[in-house]
Every structure is written in structure tokens, then in C-alpha cells.
T-cell receptor
Framework: GQQVMQIPQYQHVQEGEDFTTYCNSSTTLSNIQWYKQRPGGHPVFLIQLVKSGEVKKQKRLTFQFGEAKKNSSLHITATQTTDVGTYFCAGGGGGTSYGKLTFGQGTILTVHP | DGGITQSPKYLFRKEGQNVTLSCEQNLNHDAMYWYRQDPGQGLRLIYYSQIVNDFQKGDIAEGYSVSREKKESFPLTVTSAQKNPTAFYLC?????????????FGDGTRLSIL
């Protein structure tokens, strides 16, 4: 079945440093979504990428979808303590897996002030 | 406010006991999902339903059962056959306007074995 791998598992940064997490799928994806889960909370949708090579920005966050639609990345510029949490990518397979998402293991981000 | 309500927040299960986790949504979403989250792991899909009276197994359905008798409700039963039930359980919902709509999550239920 479809597998989505996410690295790194943990990332510790000083406030103001940049952060990147990477996501790779074993199969071509119809779309990829990114979620953030604050400590003790539930995942919250951030963004969805659908097109090959797509790049989207949300303030300090930049999301990319690979040309082959098998990989994606999330980059945060100048991290702040409010960025703390676990970031998940989730790939959609389309076709017979309509509606299903396969989540990566997540990257736990800690930011030291 | 529209949203997803999961209850209880914490649940304890005795050996050999079935327990049911509640999930209710007032977002008028057709699709609902149950995930299991273990420390250091992503969300793993247990069951999902795209329409009332229909549901499909996810990747880790063994030891779990669901029903979808109403659009708003998608309860999950953790049966005694699930030998390692301790985890954080998350319910989600989405529209089905087109494939892979963003999912909205409830606050989760933490299940532990006594």
C-alpha cells in the first residue's frame, strides 16, 4: 500500500533559525496536505497542494509539491516559539482510495527562546 | 459553533471489555474518519465512512468496529480483540465535494488499559 515517509522525526532549533521538514511517498499522489498539531491538541489543517511543482506561502511558511508529485516540503523561516508542535504531511491517493489520506510520521519541532 | 465533539476525553478499559468512543459533528460533512495515534507515529486510519450506512476498513481495522446510522455520528467500538488499545484516538470529518478534502479533527479520546 501507499507509504508516506517524513523526516526528520525531531528538530530542535533556536528561535529565529529556519526549519524544514520533508515528505516522500512511495506512489504518485493526487494531492498533499499539511497539518499542525500543537502539544496536547489535535491536528489542524494548514494547506493543500494539488499541482505538480506547486509552491504556496503562508506568511513565514513555504510549502512545495515535487514535480513528480511524490515529495513535498514545508519550510519555516525565522521560527518563533508559537511554531512549536508536530507537523504532518498527508498524501491523497485518489482513484479507489478516494477520500483516504496517508499520514507521515510527523516532525516534532521544538523552538528554544 | 460548528465542529466535531469526541467523548469521553479520557477512557479506561478493563481486560476483556468492549468500549465505545463517541464522535459527533455538526459540520454537515458526509465523510467521517477514525485514526489512532501512538507516540512518535503518525495517524493511522482505522475506519472511514463516506456516506450514511456505509463504511470501509482502513489500514488497522482489526479489533475495532464502527457504525454510521446517522450523518452526524460515527461511533468507534474498541473490542476485546484489540490487544493493544492504549492510544490517542482522533475522529475527523470532511466534505466529499471532490477527492481528498481537508479534514477537521475533534479533540481526541485517550484510551488506557486498567
Amino acid at each position: 500500500g501507499q507509504q508516506v515517509m517524513q523526516i526528520p522525526q525531531y528538530q530542535h532549533v533556536q528561535e529565529g533559525e529556519d526549519f524544514t521538514t520533508y515528505c516522500n511517498s512511495s506512489t504518485t499522489l493526487s494531492n498533499i496536505q499539511w497539518y499542525k498539531q500543537r502539544p496536547g491538541g489535535h491536528p489542524v489543517f494548514l494547506i493543500q497542494l494539488v499541482k505538480s511543482g506547486e509552491v504556496k506561502k503562508q506568511k513565514r511558511l513555504t510549502f512545495q509539491f515535487g514535480e513528480a508529485k511524490k515529495n513535498s516540503s514545508l519550510h519555516i523561516t525565522a521560527t518563533q516559539t508559537t511554531d512549536v508542535g508536530t507537523y504532518f504531511c498527508a498524501g491523497g491517493g485518489g482513484g479507489t482510495s478516494y477520500g483516504k489520506l496517508t499520514f507521515g510520521q510527523g516532525t516534532i519541532l521544538t523552538v528554544h527562546p | 459553533d460548528g465542529g466535531i465533539t469526541q467523548s469521553p476525553k479520557y477512557l479506561f478499559r478493563k481486560e476483556g471489555q468492549n468500549v465505545t468512543l463517541s464522535c459527533e459533528q455538526n459540520l454537515n460533512h458526509d465523510a467521517m474518519y477514525w485514526y489512532r495515534q501512538d507516540p512518535g507515529q503518525g495517524l493511522r486510519l482505522i475506519y472511514y465512512s463516506q456516506i450514511v450506512n456505509d463504511f470501509q476498513k482502513g489500514d488497522i481495522a482489526e479489533g475495532y468496529s464502527v457504525s454510521r446510522e446517522k450523518k452526524e455520528s460515527f461511533p468507534l467500538t474498541v473490542t476485546s480483540a484489540q490487544k493493544n488499545p492504549t492510544a490517542f484516538y482522533l475522529c475527523a470529518s470532511s466534505t466529499t465535494e471532490y477527492s481528498n478534502q481537508p479534514q477537521h479533527f475533534g479533540d481526541g479520546t485517550r484510551l488506557s488499559i486498567l
